[in-house]
């Protein structure tokens, strides 16, 4: 098939970014596949096109099947200018797309625009909600209303990457079941074991101590307020612990809580990591922790990476993860977090064969469900699924989200006399 492929691609510094460098090079073997972008990038198995030239090609040689891959970040703005009037395949990364959604919006000024797509996604909540939102008091309450009906309704066929989630979402989606594909990740990136006494060296990290580690961006959802917390509370109890951050600072005062707790002799930031040198940095770390709240839904693959490199590890007990063994990764109770965060923390930091168990239990799941081969034949499947579902009647989406946007275009053509309406 020829297959119009939306996503972020590297160098974006986004994990959906690096999920479809993995994963076109294996589709790029049955698929002729053009990736359309808002900024300037490449990737193997595939041609990199400006989105703005999406449409034209679009209409002189149509695409088999669009593939949106949508999430709740900015990197994912440009899709909905086209996912309501080309529908494809959705693949929904974040369950809950509000805040992207409504920062885009609003943003832009485009107050009307939000009130009604807010009222067609929820109409049973108080509308009022949406002057909050609109004067910059939505915050965290954003999580509470996902924002994301117009965008499965729109949707040819949609798919996750967990069960639990595409049940909860088959009602909104009129158009046939939510398909489920396995997240998988590359097994254990090179350079690791080898490199990481030299990184711990250069992070003055002594040999004997335990470092536990968070990768991606830091932000208030990943808990970094709490693991400050039980670092802090682990070196008080005379455990040798020591925080390895990982990735960009992103709204999260990190200084000042690492201040307030006097910690700074044990955390290390290293800023943003290119994908190639993540490997010495996950063998560095004795345990991650993979924490979550508010969530989105995700199904993260920076904790797969982290259980391919046989990594012990740590997760949030959400609602939606409640089938992971504790053999696999033991949960942090969200309603009594810092003692229970503390506890896990303080048993792995000092039982290294508990350590190891979970290192190689966490592989093992990995292995037997969440290698990128099982993604692969997901996605074989899923795009000939997809392809083959009728388009069906057009849903009644907002009408900011189904206009042409094309009234300037006719009316300077008006004024050279053309009479054929040439961009119908």
Known sequence: MRLAWFSPVPPARSGIAAYSADLLPHLAADHAIDVFVDRPGEVAGARVLDAHDFVWRHRLAPYDLVVYHLGNAPCHDYMWAY??????????????LHQARARQLLQAGRFDDYRAEFRFDHPGAVQDFAEYAIEGLGGPIYYYWPMRRAALQAARAVAVHNARVAADLQAECPRGAVATIRMGVPGAPGGGPSGAPAIRAALAIPPGAVVFAAFGRITAEKRIGAILRAIAALSADGIDAYLLLVGEADGFPLAREVAALSIAGRVRATGYVPDDRIGVYLAAADVCLCLRWPTALETSASWLRCLAAARPTVVSDLAHL????????????????DRSLQGIMRQLAVDRPRRDALAAAGQAWWAAGHTLSHMVDDYRQL????????????????????????ALARSIARDFGVAVDLLA
């Open 83 to 96: 996912l309501a009037r080309h529908p494809g395949l959705l693949v929904l990364h974040d369950a809950r």
């Open 383 to 406: 795009l000939q699924d997809a392809a083959a579902r009728p388009p069906g009647a057009p849903p009644e989406l907002p009408a900011h989200m189904t206009a042409g946007h094309m």
């Open 322 to 337: 409640v089938d992971i063994p504790a053999a696999v990764a033991p949960r942090v109770n969200l309603l009594d977090e």
